[in-house]
DNA sequence: TACCCGTGGCA
DNA sequence: TTGCCAAGGGT
């Protein structure tokens, strides 16, 4: 006869998590966690609001350079909006941004630079909703809140065999998460659920012969896991049109502005791009450009978004003084340093080294001053 | 409630 | 190529 397993679902989830979590830089290991060391809310809260809807992978870099630049709440609280965004550039939700620059202002001025405690204070924060709230309250300050977030609903889902689709099962997991949170360690629970869900129990291929919690599992016993979660259809996304216009100076500068401070890309910088319209005809074209210059088109570009797919043409044009726009010149030397999303990193890609206008993204050859300089 | 809001990786 | 997915939040 074996030797019995745990015997309640946290008990194997955490003596599994004592052995196989991820080490991650903004982690508290368990060892550590059990000698104490207690974890710095600035960090947990930053990398939560990082790892919203991204890929740890990704997380990573970002997090890292955002801990050196700017080390406490503080810090980061006294920053310009404009140098946050500036960071976060490739990052993507950058509403994420400006609500993590109001939330660090929020908690260095109100609550004197230390964050609430309890999930229920922290979910009044800008950016912090019901999952960062909980995993906040769980993981910096041990409250026992259930921490729900897309590894969780997929691991829930499975436990219970649930047929409710999400978003509708929402509730219904959220209380059963609830149930198993157990009332010590709730932050070494949570990670070790969203660790689970990231190399047990995956969404596709799930290896439940190596699951600890395999026999608290409906659906492994039904040996039908990836049926769960279950989930409504989404709908098949637009795509829209539009143009940008690169006008470069004979240093090779280019002309940027700031987009409005809220909405799409909001706060972040682009070359001047016309509205982005529903309709295949829509205003395109050098008729369009912000002001008259010998704009050629070099090209096209193609990006996704989460709820249409753009093209936008690229057009560009060399200009000899300043556009009689809002906006400024971009040196080479400082466009790395800008707040450019990667849609337009891509834009300014595709306008690179277009002298000989067929649009083909190709290495600078530094011949790219032949056509006319034009107005001001 | 349903929609808006980025990006990159992968099957 | 297309769709799905990743430690969601705001409105």
Redesign the pocket.
Known sequence: MQTDGPKTFSAALLAWYDVHH?A?P??VSPQDRAAGVAPDPYRVWL??IM????????VKAYFEKFIRRWPDVSALAAAPEGEVLAAW????????AR?LHACAKTVSRLHDGRFPETAAAL?A?????????A?IAAIAFDEPAPVV???VE?VVTRLEAIETAL??AKPQIRAKTAELTPPKRPGDFA?AM??L??TICT??RPACAICPVRPFCTAARRADPERFPV?E?????PARRGAAFVARRGDGAVFLRRRPGT????GMSEPPTTAWSAHADGATGAAAAPFPAAWAKTGEIE??????RLTLEVWTADLAGDPPVEGWWSTPADVAGEAL????RKVLKAAAGSGSSTGHPSHKTGNSEQEPFHDS
């Open positions: 991820r991650l903004w982690r990398s939560e790892l919203q809807q991204t890929t740890v992978a990704v550039a490739g990052l993507g939700y950058y509403a994420r609500n979910k924060l800008p950016g912090v909703g019901d999952y960062t709230s995993a977030d897309g590894n997929r978003p509708r990670q969203m660790d869900g990231a969404p596709t989930k259809k989404k709908k098949a996304v909405g799409m890309l909001g990006h996704g978004f989460t709820h249409f999303p990667t849609v337009m």
